[in-house]
């Protein structure tokens, strides 16, 4: 008999936390059976082991960076838009790190939700994009230009990797104007 309270839902949440918390790495069965007060085989009442855990994860994560970047970009256009975005997208990052983590690898051919997770986060970027008149190969060109951009920023920032004193919010803010040069001089070679 599963123990009350424990859920799918519970253990993506909590798988969560411990992401969040204590790293990726920490992300195991064990931890999760631990926070939730089960014991191991009683989580595979509810999952089918870590690698379903962290696919459970790696969609809720996604959903929630594209809600985040949806609402950072409704009703805005343009150069507003992309600094929303931009800020939003690191605000996420910066709160759920291990959460983060998980969205970084793209879904596989087969796992139709986490693609209509990834899709969503895409969307909001190809609209906000609309305002640069990028379009087809050049929205998705520019679209993984700025995920490089972002992704790269926000890793070193999370790891500890800007050490210099310089304000680190400073140095976002003219990575985000760079960006908005570059996409506003985008074209396809």
């Known amino acids: 008999m599963a123990r009350a309270g424990v859920t799918v839902e519970r253990v993506v949440s909590t798988a969560?936390?411990?992401?969040?918390?204590?790293?990726?790495?920490?992300?195991?069965m064990s931890a999760v059976a631990q926070r939730l007060g089960v014991s191991v085989p009683g989580l595979y009442k509810h999952v089918d082991g870590l690698p379903d855990v962290n696919r459970m994860l790696a969609v809720r994560a996604t959903n929630e960076?594209?809600?985040?970047?949806?609402?950072s970009v409704m009703g805005l256009a343009g150069d507003a838009a992309l600094q929303s975005l931009c800020r939003a997208?690191?605000?996420?990052?910066?709160?759920?790190?291990?959460?983060?983590?998980?969205?970084?690898?793209?879904?596989?051919?087969?796992?139709?939700?986490?693609?209509?997770?990834?899709?969503?986060?895409?969307?909001?970027?190809?609209?906000?994009?609309?305002?640069?008149?990028?379009?087809?190969?050049?929205?998705?060109?520019?679209a993984r230009y700025l995920r490089s951009v972002l992704h790269g920023f926000v890793t070193l920032e999370l790891a500890g990797g800007f050490g210099l004193p310089q304000d680190v919010d400073a140095s976002f803010d003219q990575?985000?104007?760079?960006?908005?040069?570059?996409l506003r001089s985008w074209q396809r070679q």
């Open 16 to 28: 969560g936390d411990i992401a969040d918390e204590e790293g990726v790495t920490a992300l195991t």
């Open 65 to 71: 960076l594209a809600d985040a970047l949806s609402a």
């Open 175 to 182: 990575a985000v104007v760079a960006t908005k040069h570059a």
């Open 89 to 142: 997208y690191r605000e996420y990052a910066k709160q759920h790190p291990g959460r983060y983590a998980a969205t970084v690898t793209a879904p596989t051919a087969v796992d139709v939700e986490h693609q209509a997770a990834a899709n969503r986060a895409v969307t909001a970027v190809l609209a906000m994009f609309s305002s640069y008149q990028l379009t087809a190969d050049d929205a998705i060109d520019a």
